[in-house]
């Protein structure tokens, strides 16, 4: 993995990288590894072709975090919320949706609180009306797999403890 570096203090974190992901269960392996070190309140960004991996690592993600019932993909109904613990996990997928405006009647600011990890496939589509993303993860397709190139954002996510 290569990585940028921002310093705070004597810790160095890594604030951008590189990772493969040869096999789909590699990514989920990822995915739990990232569970253990991910502090609500967090907003995330997926970007990626269709079929990169942004829904199964979220998938993967939500279950790490505790959830044991089916993770659906909220293609067609824009958004799916799951409570594992006391968190609670709001996935987007705005893939069909053509107006950004579409998402000022959802209500989203209302239900964001500081036990919320947002997960959002396809950002881009959102406009003005999202959040500013934590962490960003451009997923893309490699000769062997999958990569992933991740952003850390904010200072909230600067000090998570990335896996590698």
Same mark, same amino acid.
């Given at each position: *993995?290569?990585?940028?570096?921002?310093?705070?203090?004597?810790?160095?974190?890594?604030?951008?990288?590189?990772?493969?992901?040869?096999?789909?269960?590699?990514?989920? #392996?990822?995915?739990?590894?990232? @569970?253990?070190?991910?502090?609500?309140?967090?907003?995330?960004?997926?970007? %990626?072709?269709? +079929?990169? !991996?942004?829904?199964? =690592?979220?998938? @993967?993600?939500?279950?790490?975090? %505790? $959830?044991? +019932?089916?993770? #659906?993909?909220?293609? $067609?109904?824009?958004?799916?919320?799951?409570?594992?613990?006391?968190? /609670?996990?709001?996935? *987007?997928?705005?893939?069909?949706?053509?107006?950004? %405006?579409?998402?000022?009647?959802? +209500?989203?600011?209302?239900?964001?609180?500081? /036990?919320?990890?947002?997960?959002?496939?396809?950002? &881009?589509? !959102?406009?003005?009306?999202?959040?500013?993303? &934590? =962490?960003?993860?451009?997923?893309?397709?490699?000769?062997? +797999?999958? &990569?992933?190139?991740?952003? @850390?954002?904010? &200072?909230? @996510?600067?000090?998570?403890?990335?896996?590698?």
């Amino acid at each position: *993995m290569e990585g940028g570096r921002s310093v705070k203090g004597n810790n160095v974190r890594l604030s951008e990288g590189d990772l493969e992901f040869p096999l789909e269960s590699d990514l989920e #392996k990822f995915a739990c590894g990232f @569970a253990k070190v991910l502090r609500a309140p967090m907003v995330i960004w997926l970007e %990626g072709d269709l +079929g990169t !991996g942004k829904t199964a =690592f979220t998938r @993967a993600l939500i279950h790490a975090l %505790g $959830y044991e +019932g089916k993770v #659906k993909s909220p293609t $067609y109904t824009l958004l799916e919320e799951y409570r594992p613990g006391s968190l /609670q996990v709001l996935h *987007m997928d705005l893939y069909r949706i053509s107006d950004p %405006g579409e998402l000022e009647f959802l +209500g989203l600011e209302d239900m964001l609180d500081e /036990q919320t990890i947002l997960l959002i496939e396809w950002p &881009d589509k !959102g406009g003005c009306w999202l959040p500013e993303p &934590d =962490f960003m993860f451009r997923f893309a397709y490699a000769s062997r +797999g999958r &990569d992933l190139h991740w952003t @850390a954002c904010t &200072d909230a @996510a600067r000090e998570v403890d990335f896996p590698t």
